[in-house]
């Protein structure tokens, strides 16, 4: 896969940038699942997917007659166009012909990670759901009990829920979708009702109020992405679940190229990195910088490990040009490019090779962009200020939440993206720092309120400030400093397992408790969380030096 990116286009006047302007390649009734099914029939007998979990492979043709079937059993479920089927699973052997199916027969899926299964991250399962409200739900075994039970809470007793994988005694599963029909041969896709700006998913935002909200993607903006790439052939490696816009577009844009997917249904490990691009000769790999900061410091890195990689697309997080730097020393012909993006966006709207800190390269097609101050006016090259995006296609906002979208979506159709950015020059746009305190630990966002919550359950805690400390690796670990009541006991370790019990893993306070007398402070009683996090990094360097 390599992005179309022509040179940004500066309009001085109104200080927007642009970039290039293309026709559609599809037409206004065509969807994502048509594309796929075409996709497939082209190239029958290449491999479209290899499980290194299983050793499993599918080809094209194998894959497109199961996604018919899971296509015709829904069917045969009266399940209808447009209605909202659930899917919270790892990368495993049939869940690509799932969500084909599903996207054959114009049906949106309305994805969650498997880590949403532990303390109050179950919260999340019932906050996503009782919004998106799944006809059907299809997930992993290990996570039944707590989607049954998530589903029982917010009045979903109806929805039936299969099982993908692991399965249990008298609980439906995915393999019964996978039983002949007799009728594949007749299938064919179904034509879009509302044209190709009709909903394809539901993906989750990061969460930046605690709970994530459901970021509506359309069949266009989808489209917009796969026909922004050149024709490349290869194999492609992501470990991403369809929690993640990378998971899902990784997903549908190497399939409808015929790019052979690699998948894996364990997370993320350099280790595991390794084994899969030395065994498989991948060509191309998709993560964040996370995953190439843990590579990187692992010792089971060689030199001629990467050899076969020709493309390393990173994206997700600020990347570092010091880390591509020694990317580079491990590989023979790659070439680094970094991508910037967001969910609303349906994934990357610049893209570049790394070259420099922080530079997320020029705009890819049919996407402009303008830098805004705290007033709203329009800024020129050089200057900081909110990144604000607009597309060439509809966006229809957060799923059952037309306040949260108006506040991020404005009346001229601009995305309010939260980032602080700018462009030089040359067109190529640089992302400085978030404007909300969102943070971010190996990929997954977490917001610091929400673990402040938690911790002031404990009874001897008078105040708390949750922050994040800067790790290469991980993006941040999550810290906390704590004002104690008077002649407590109370004991880090006490809260760290509180923390731990209570939320998902991402959240565990990895970057340490501290101490203090008192949380500094503005003068209208606002917590100065910047330096509460200096004062906190002073402590562990005298606690060091000691």
């Keep these: 896969m390599v992005s179309i990116v022509k040179k940004t286009i500066y309009h001085e006047a109104e200080k927007i940038w642009s970039g290039i302007k293309t026709k559609p390649e599809y037409g206004e009734k065509d969807s994502i699942g048509k594309v796929i099914f075409e996709s497939l ?63 054959f027969r114009g049906l ?86 509302d044209g190709f700006n009709q909903l394809a998913a539901i993906l989750c935002s990061s969460g930046t109020t605690g709970l994530p909200k459901g970021v509506c993607i359309t069949h266009c903006g989808i489209l917009n992405q796969i026909y922004g790439l050149t024709p490349t052939k290869g194999r492609f490696l992501c470990f991403s679940t369809l929690y993640w816009i990378s998971g899902v577009i990784g997903l549908l844009i190497a399939t409808a190229r015929n790019i052979t997917r690699i998948i894996c249904a364990q997370p993320y490990t350099p280790e595991c990195f390794i084994d899969i691009v030395k065994k498989y000769k991948v060509t191309i790999s998709l993560g964040p910088p996370s995953q190439m900061g843990l590579l990187l410091s692992t010792s089971k890195l060689q030199q001629n490990d990467l050899d076969s990689l020709e493309f390393i697309y990173i994206g997700g997080s600020a990347v570092p040009i010091s880390l591509v730097d020694k990317l580079r020393t491990f590989t023979k012909k790659a ?75 404005d ?85 760290y397992q509180h923390v731990y019990q209570r939320m998902v893993d991402f959240k565990n306070l990895r970057g340490g408790v501290y101490f203090l007398n008192e949380l500094p402070k503005t003068a209208t009683g606002k917590v100065l969380r910047s330096k509460v996090a200096e004062l906190c990094k002073n402590i562990k360097n005298e606690l060091l030096n000691n």
């Design 108 to 193: 949106v899926i309305s994805t969650l990670d498997t880590s949403f299964d532990k303390g109050t991250n179950a919260d999340g399962i019932k906050h996503i759901y009782s919004i998106t409200k799944p006809k059907l739900m299809f997930c992993d075994g290990v996570i039944y009990n707590k989607i049954k039970d998530a589903f029982e809470e917010c009045n979903l007793q109806s929805t039936v829920i299969y099982t993908i994988n692991d399965y249990l005694e008298e609980v439906p599963k995915l393999s019964d979708f996978l039983k002949e029909t007799q009728r594949e041969n007749d299938f064919k896709c179904v034509e879009l009702a």
């Design 335 to 409: 070439i680094i490019y970094v991508v910037y993006g967001q969910t609303e966006n349906c994934a990357n709207v610049s893209g570049g090779i790394a070259c420099e800190n922080f530079n997320c390269g020029q705009l890819v097609p049919n996407v402009e962009i303008k830098i805004i101050n705290e007033n709203s006016h329009n800024l020129g090259p050089g200057e900081v200020g909110e990144i604000c995006t607009r597309s060439s296609w509809h966006w229809p906002g957060y799923y059952g939440n037309p306040e949260a979208t108006a506040d991020t979506y």
């Design 411 to 495: 009346s001229e159709k601009w995305i309010h993206s939260g980032d602080l950015g700018y462009f030089n020059d040359k067109g190529e746009l640089f992302i400085v720092d978030r404007i909300k305190d969102i943070l971010k630990y190996n990929n997954f966002h977490f917001y610091p309120t929400e673990i402040e919550t938690v911790i002031l359950e404990l009874n001897d805690i008078v105040e708390v400030c949750v922050f994040g400390v800067a790790d290469l690796i991980y993006t941040h670990l999550p810290a906390a400093a704590i004002v104690k009541s008077k002649g407590s006991n109370i004991t880090g370790i006490q809260i």
């Design 41 to 103: 029939q082209r190239d029958p007998e290449g491999i479209g997917q290899i499980s290194h979990t299983t050793g499993k492979e599918l080809t094209n043709k194998e894959i497109l007659l199961l996604s018919i079937r899971v296509a015709q059993h829904l069917e045969d479920l009266n399940i209808k166009q447009g209605e909202i089927v659930g899917i919270c699973a790892a990368n495993t052997d049939y869940l690509a012909c799932l969500v084909f199916g599903c996207l």
